[in-house]
């Protein structure tokens, strides 16, 4: 199935953080937050005609923005450009 966001709206794929610390120290599941950057997957036409952001980008969002989706068994986000902080 393929997704196509309406209006100033981009579909985002959480980027897993790493499990462990520089000094090898491992965080257990339970300590981890949920990650607040992502890999931009799909894009509105109205995102891509302004050019805030492309596909593959990776950006920055805020804690509790958007709304979580599933798709084919894998979890995504859909925002609007106004809730995604920057990107890398």
């Known amino acids: ?3 196509k966001p309406l209006g100033k709206r981009v579909l985002i794929e959480r ?3 790493p499990t462990t610390t520089a000094t090898g120290i491992i965080i ?4 981890k937050e949920k990650p607040l950057s992502g890999i931009v997957r799909a894009i509105s036409a109205k995102v891509e005609e302004k ?3 492309s596909l593959g980008d ?3 969002f805020a804690k509790y923005a958007g709304t979580e989706l599933t798709i084919d068994g894998n979890k995504y986000l859909v925002m609007t450009t106004d809730e995604i ?3 890398l």
């Open 85 to 87: 902080l920057g990107v």
């Open 51 to 53: 050019g805030l952001v």
């Open 15 to 17: 980027v897993e953080e």
């Open 1 to 3: 199935m393929t997704f």
């Open 28 to 31: 257990p599941d339970n300590a």
């Open 58 to 60: 990776k950006v920055v």
